[in-house]
């Protein structure tokens, strides 16, 4: 089994938050989520990163990344450019919005031949969640089931995953008796309300409950290769069915493509529950929280004070993952 890789999707600009959201430093050592994310995923074993970036940030992103998590992992750039598009097919007149997170793994399909694990760069999953995705992609078994793809997705407690300052936007999941993923249900627009979580379709007009505990995903998800494969062979269909209902927005989800894939027994997703806090800045009110989460964070020894000035190269921990 070759070594697992961390591709990492960093080419949306965060509309809510208004920025660039990814490279936004969330502590006064200038650290932003992302640095707390390639530091869990190298304590966890991953040595390889892949950043799926727009061409124009790239010089941005590397400034942060090769003085920080650069000097401990192999890190790539890719780019998420809107003409990588089959041909026959054209970008729409007007169009600027990037074609959507399976588009943006599509971006990597040349640097990456091994199982691979997807996150979001401006979300932080906590350790536990890459130790787990870690483990599925090294240790599991070396061929696929058949025809069946074999690929795992983090699940969170909806709960731990809420914005204080307004809705936001969750697949929520079922899950069956084995741990394995039979579908999400994406809802736009969720929140606390009072002593519930409810979701609204109608700006909220009337609010539906969603049970208590409830697991959603946050886009982490572990793949073989064979996702390259699948999500390219349906990238046209999309081009040809979904772009002209909306020409300037349409988006080619990375869970639409999973889903399809085990609707038709082309794929087992096993569910990788974690419970820990998910934090994010969907909003530009939400940095403040975020902020003070990573200062009581460090403050318990749970992150060294400096991130990438602290790092223990010789932690027996890291050792003994990376020698598993």
Sequence with gaps: MKEPVLLVMAAGMGSRYGGLKQIDPVTPQGEIIMDFSLYDAMMAGFDRAVFVIRKEHEEAFRQMIDSRAGRYLDTEFV????????????????????????????AARKVIDAPFCVINADDYYGPSAFHAMYDFLAHGEEKEEGDCHRYAMVGFQLEKTLSESGTVARGVCRVDENGYLQDVEEHTKIMSRGEVTAYTEDDGESWVTIPEGSTVSMNFWGFTPAMFREAEERFPEFLRNEVPKNPLKAEYFLPTVVQEQIDTGRARVQVLKSRDKWYGVTYREDKEAVSAAFRSMKDKGLYPEQLWHDVDIDNVVWKELKNK
């Design 79 to 106: 780019y998420q450019e809107m003409e990588d598009i089959p041909q026959g097919f054209s970008v729409p007149e007007g169009r600027t919005k990037p074609w959507g997170t399976c588009h943006a793994v599509l």
